[in-house]
């Protein structure tokens, strides 16, 4: 079997071999605008080979205990002051060999990720082809990070947040224990059910029953339960918009703050460039420097002063104001504009794809096949479709329409015709007849139709498809005629 030593270096020429690999991508991008299907499909290819080798090197990683670097390292008893200077060095050697197969590891784990993102994205009828060509092919994850423009960390921060639970989970069911009348006497039962109101299910299901007890049980599953994918998405959107997020910071900046105060950031930031942050308000101060630090300080604020930026002791109002604008629109459109394409994203893996269709894609490994909406809260595509509505309507269609073997294919056209209208059906390229033979599928289904109804669906976009209802109506008045 092969040592640790060796497979720590074959993984690292290898690792920088695929660095070179997204770099050949992003030259290819920059050379061209349009690339044709077989370039997408060598691509392709080349990623199921990498991804096949990174597989190989992650198992055997593995083997070698690479997961759990510290197993079999213990200490050193019994040992006198002149041996120190030895187990010093074993010590260093130890914290060296385990950092290098942790960060091994971690970069192959990364790489992985990657290439399945990538191999999801060009596979997917809804698979974004933009994101491939950013993505840490060669596990660089924490390299590309640092590389980041500073006003980019804390949108990385807040994104990275939505994919956790901040509350007590998404509700799964709810058990009861209720009692019912049946043929005349009261009769005990313990339920267990998925729907939020309870109320109207009892009622449809056992009448006039009394509930006495009632226990909601919640799931703690997060909508992406893997870190690695979690950040690699992460970063991998900000990158992919990064020149977007560049052009509407400019924009919004050009419109909101005059000319003027444009020029006084401009030059503030230039005076203040020359000095570390601890010289600038809200900098972290080293006290070990105090002297040092007050005298730059108080350089930085002379200088400041001289170009009418700075009095009484603080920065002047219009610059302090313009300062606080062009952070909070820095801060708005490093979150809003990767969000934005992300919730597109997302939205089409879920329209497009039925759950057997999401369970064997890898746009978004290890994501959840039929999230709850409270774990789509933040989705926001910056246009008029309500995502978590179509969405929420098309996961109901998806648990129903197997009873009646209707097939789940087109069926997010379906959602989006009753939630929106036929524009939206267009909109997301579903063809209107495929739609309508779906809906005639539906219409005669009454307890669907109900169900529909609860959910404040406009049932009459169904009925009207109803041929059997128009059959047994055209049937009722050609009999009336007769009289």
Avoid at 210 to 239: C, E, F, G, M
Wanted: proline share 2%; glycine share 4%; net charge neutral.
């Amino acid at each position: 079997m092969e040592d640790s030593s060796s497979l720590i270096k074959r993984c690292n020429e290898y690792l920088t071999e695929l660095q070179q690999f997204r770099e050949y991508l992003l030259e290819l991008r920059a050379n061209k605008t349009n690339i044709d299907k077989s370039t997408y499909d060598e691509i392709t290819n080349k990623l199921k080979e990498n991804l096949e080798i990174l597989e190989d090197l992650k198992e055997k990683m593995e083997i070698c205990g690479f997961d759990t670097p510290y197993m079999g390292v213990g200490t050193l008893k019994g040992c006198d002051d002149s041996d120190i200077y030895e187990i010093k060095n074993y010590s260093s050697h130890l914290r060296r060999m385990v950092d290098e197969k942790k960060g091994a590891l971690e970069r192959v784990r990364y790489a992985i990720i990657s290439h399945k993102m990538a191999i999801g994205n060009l596979s997917d009828d809804a698979g974004n082809k933009n994101i491939i060509f950013f993505l840490p092919y060669g596990g660089a994850y924490k390299e590309l990070l640092m590389q980041l423009p500073s006003i980019f960390i804390k949108s990385y921060k807040k994104i990275l947040n939505i994919f956790e639970l901040n509350h007590k989970g998404v509700l799964s069911s709810i058990t009861m224990s209720i009692v019912v009348i049946e043929n005349g006497k009261r009769k005990f039962k313990r339920i267990k059910i998925e729907d939020e109101d309870y109320d109207a299910y009892i009622e449809k299901h056992y009448g006039d029953a009394l509930i006495t007890s009632l226990k909601k049980n919640y799931s703690k599953n997060k909508l992406i339960t893997d870190s690695y994918v979690k950040k690699t998405i992460v970063l991998a959107y900000l990158l992919t918009y990064a020149d977007d997020i560049e052009k509407e910071i400019n924009k919004r900046l050009n419109n909101t703050l005059s000319k003027h105060q444009r020029d006084m950031i401009v030059k503030y930031l230039e005076i203040t460039s020359n000095y570390d942050c601890e010289y600038i308000d809200g900098g972290v101060i080293d006290f070990r420097r105090m002297d040092e630090i007050r005298l730059k300080k108080q350089e930085l604020n002379e200088e400041l002063e001289k170009c009418g930026l700075f009095k009484d002791g603080k920065i002047i109002d219009e610059l302090q104001t313009a300062l606080n604008i062009e952070k909070n629109i820095y801060d708005e459109v490093c979150y809003e504009i990767p969000i934005k394409y992300l919730s597109n994203d997302l939205f089409k893996y879920y329209l497009y794809n039925t759950p057997d269709e999401r369970s064997r894609s890898n746009m978004f490994p290890s994501i959840l096949l039929t999230p709850a909406m409270s774990q789509l809260t933040w989705a926001n595509m910056g246009d008029n479709i309500n995502p978590k509505s179509v969405l929420d309507l098309k996961f109901l269609l998806e648990r129903e329409l197997p009873n009646y073997k209707i097939s789940l294919k087109n069926v997010g056209g379906v959602a989006l015709y009753l939630i929106h209208d036929w524009d939206a059906v267009k909109k997301y390229g579903y063809n209107k007849k495929d739609i309508e033979s779906i809906l005639k599928d539906i219409a005669p289904l009454s307890d669907l139709m109900s169900n529909l109804k609860e959910k404040n669906i406009d049932i009459e976009k169904i009925e009207k498809y109803n041929t059997i209802k128009k059959k047994r109506t055209k049937k009722f008045l050609n009999a009336l005629s007769k009289l």
